[in-house]
């Protein structure tokens, strides 16, 4: 068999989903590195000549890394006369290849070469080949040429200086081509690449091409290639991040090119709209001095935050009382509008914004639709952390406002008015709580009684956790009586949703009153501890969560006199959770969060009579803290898309993805072990060896500060559990 059969029977094997056929062809392609200009040559021979477009794809692929990705790189091993044929080979294909891909590809092999041979003279021929192809008649080659431009544009500035002024005018060229919108785009690529290179006098000139660029994307729009025009905005979006000057003396031009995408266009894409508005927040961010001075800029963002906000659904209050979800995760647009909302607030601040909302909001609120007083709440909670110094001014208005939403007519606006309220707790704290508990609370407390709409209830409950969360003691003690009273029916309502905010509002309330709770202790304590033996089942098992949390708050508030029965037999039931789950029951995976940390609150009120727990909670917290992170390695042009509970970070040429929840809980047990070497003192002493021989070597554990904050935490007080137990 020919190498050239044999390579093309290997490539085809090194995809087989067979892990044993696959591992033979990479054991194959390995040994064919030891001839590597045969193994080169071949490679291109395929990718030029193979009638089988897999073939060609496949040879695309392998022979980038082997000629300029790896360390090992196989360039410096070629003969001489090898890599003048592999220039060579590489320069004339791309007029001729038709696929795609495997054109891209050259590309990059060839941006990716030049930067490696250009500098020292090794390519001369490249630079004027570039040149030539981007004032051929051939569209395949402008667009290759441009391709190849913008990838070199950081690596070769040096090199690129003498021809900027040349450059200039190939961009333009290229950006005004009336052929092909590919080398439109690829031009606003190019165009994009060389800006952080650029000097001012030539940033200057570049900046005449910005009307050019925004009609780029206009005309790829208006051919219906929304695809290249968002590949189009998304240079736009890297430009405003990186670059936003260089948009300033025609920012006019490209923020009512991005409004009018947003808001004007016909039947686009909810992502290519999307893109545009990232365009105007990113300079917002970037730039907010210069974008507050962009005539009816800041107003216009908040009617199209407005705009995208009414777009929330009308749908049936029965079935919305049914949907445990938030408002904001039922259309895309209504959370957009949110995150907009937020992120202009935060950069262009209270002094600008909070004229034009209280311009706004009073017309909102008096509108008879529903949607659009709900829109106004949501507005004055979504500013309240970027506008905080100019809205303090006005929250005797901002609370009559709310006090209106807890009113209103429609229950969607009232919930949306516990919403305001409790993020505004959060935001304005305790100022909030101070002056104006007199009239929000008893507000609150009345919502609570909507047995028409749980949800409403619910979140009323939600608010008040809130209020206790960042509220003074004096505060909360004349409300407690009514509150607890609303909130036992609440607990007992048979509804999931309102247990769960009732259960964490009780131990919100019991953290905030302290030892003033001690009155209500026994009414909610047999039946907190009935839901832990009862609510066993999935739909439960948050419920059961909440109460761990619960009981552990108030045993902490009353203190481990009268707590310390009902902790030893909630411990007892914890510990038997943690037994199950440690055995391989998954069913309690959900509630292990609230386990550990109502742990944490017991040993705190237990003591030395916690330490026989011990017995059974550290085992499982060490196996995590030492387990190996959940990490994978990809190549960089691989798209993972987006996975929940991972991220990925290029480094070199490679994708690491690292599995953050995996790493969260890893940080969880690190925080727990020192919670316990600082709490049992001489009676951690036994486990004072496997800690620190897992804990140890994660100081030096770089995936997650967590991990090593925790860690150094927990040394000085493993170490004295040591002195402790030999005094």
Not at 107 to 125: D, K, M, Q, R, Y
Not at 177 to 192: E, F, Q
């Amino acid at each position: 068999m020919s190498i050239i059969a044999e390579l093309e029977q290997v490539l085809t094997h090194l995809n087989n989903p067979d892990d044993t056929i696959r591992g033979q062809a990479e054991a194959a392609f390995n040994r064919m590195k030891e001839s590597p200009s045969a193994l080169v040559i071949s490679l291109l021979q395929l990718l030029r000549a193979s009638t089988n477009s897999a073939t060609r794809i496949s040879a695309a692929v392998f022979i980038r890394p082997l000629l300029v990705r790896q360390s090992d790189t196989l360039w410096d091993k070629l003969t001489e006369e090898n890599k003048a044929v592999v220039k060579t080979e590489l320069l004339q294909g791309l007029p001729t290849e038709s696929i795609g891909s495997v054109r891209r590809k050259l590309c990059l092999i060839t941006a990716e070469l030049g930067a490696l041979l250009v500098p020292s003279g090794a390519w001369p021929e490249l630079m004027p080949f570039m040149f030539s192809c981007v004032t051929s008649d051939n569209d395949t080659l402008k667009e290759c040429a441009f391709t190849i431009f913008g990838s070199l544009a950081e690596a070769l500035k040096t090199q690129f200086a003498p021809y900027i002024s040349k450059l200039q005018e190939v961009f333009a060229a290229g950006l005004n081509d009336t052929r092909s919108i590919k080398v439109r785009l690829a031009a606003l690529g190019a165009t994009a690449a060389f800006l952080s290179t650029l000097d001012d006098t030539a940033r200057a000139s570049f900046q005449q091409l910005t009307p050019a660029m925004v009609t780029t994307i206009l005309v790829a729009l208006n051919a219906k290639e929304e695809e290249e025009a968002r590949d189009g905005l998304e240079l736009f979006i890297e430009i405003a991040d990186s670059e936003p000057l260089f948009f300033r003396p025609d920012i006019v031009l490209v923020t009512d090119s991005m409004f009018g995408i947003a808001t004007e266009l016909k039947d686009l894409d909810d992502s290519t709209r999307h893109m545009a508005i990232e365009v105007l927040v990113t300079l917002s961010q970037s730039r907010p001095t210069m974008m507050k001075k962009v005539p009816l800029f800041v107003r216009k963002m908040i009617m199209l935050a407005i705009k995208l906000m009414l777009t929330i659904e009308d749908e049936d209050i029965a079935a919305w009382n049914k949907d445990v979800g938030d408002d904001a995760e039922e259309v895309s647009d209504y959370k957009l509008g949110e995150e907009t909302m937020d992120r202009v607030a935060i950069s262009v601040q209270g002094k600008t914004i909070v004229p034009l909302l209280f311009e706004m909001v009073p017309a909102l609120m008096n509108d008879p639709d529903w949607k659009h007083r709900a829109c106004a709440l949501s507005l004055l909670s979504i500013v309240g952390e970027g506008c905080y110094k100019f809205l303090v001014p006005h929250l005797s208005e901002i609370v009559a406002l709310i006090l209106r939403g807890f009113a209103d007519p429609h229950p969607r606006v009232r919930w949306t008015a516990c919403n305001c309220v409790g993020q505004m707790f959060l935001d304005f704290s305790p100022n909030l709580q101070q002056d104006y508990h007199a009239q929000l609370i008893p507000g609150l407390s009345h919502l609570m009684n909507d047995v028409e709409n749980p949800k409403v209830q619910a979140h009323a409950a939600a608010a008040l956790i809130n209020f206790c969360d960042e509220c003074p003691n004096d505060v909360v003690l004349p409300y407690m009586a009514d509150l607890i009273s609303r909130l036992a029916v609440l607990l007992k309502s048979g509804i999931i949703l309102v247990q769960e905010q009732a259960i964490t509002a009780i131990a919100s309330v019991s953290d905030s009153a302290k030892e003033n709770f001690l009155p209500y202790y026994d009414g909610f304590m047999p039946y907190l501890k009935s839901i832990l033996h009862t609510a066993t089942t999935k739909e439960y098992r948050k419920l059961r969560g909440k109460a761990m949390e619960c009981i552990s708050l108030i045993g902490s508030s009353v203190g481990p006199e009268k707590f310390f029965a009902d902790a030893k037999d909630t411990m007892d039931i914890l510990v038997q959770i943690q037994k199950e789950y440690t055995a391989g029951n998954e069913e309690h995976e959900d509630v292990m969060p609230y386990l550990h940390q109502a742990s944490a609150r017991m040993c705190r009120v237990l003591g030395s009579s916690f330490v026989p727990y011990l017995a059974i909670l550290m085992p499982p917290l060490i196996a995590t803290a030492a387990a190996k992170a959940d990490l994978t390695v990809m190549d960089e042009d691989e798209d993972p898309g987006v996975v929940e509970g991972w991220e990925f970070y290029l480094v070199g040429d490679k994708k690491l993805g690292v599995h953050t929840s995996s790493l969260d809980e890893k940080a969880g047990a690190c925080n727990m072990i020192s919670c316990y070497a600082d709490e049992m003192k001489e009676g951690f002493f036994p486990y004072v060896n496997q800690c620190a021989e897992v804990l140890v070597p994660l100081l030096k554990f770089y995936f997650n500060d967590g991990v090593r904050i925790a860690c150094v935490s927990a040394m000085p007080a493993a170490l004295s559990s040591g002195d402790q137990w030999r005094h």
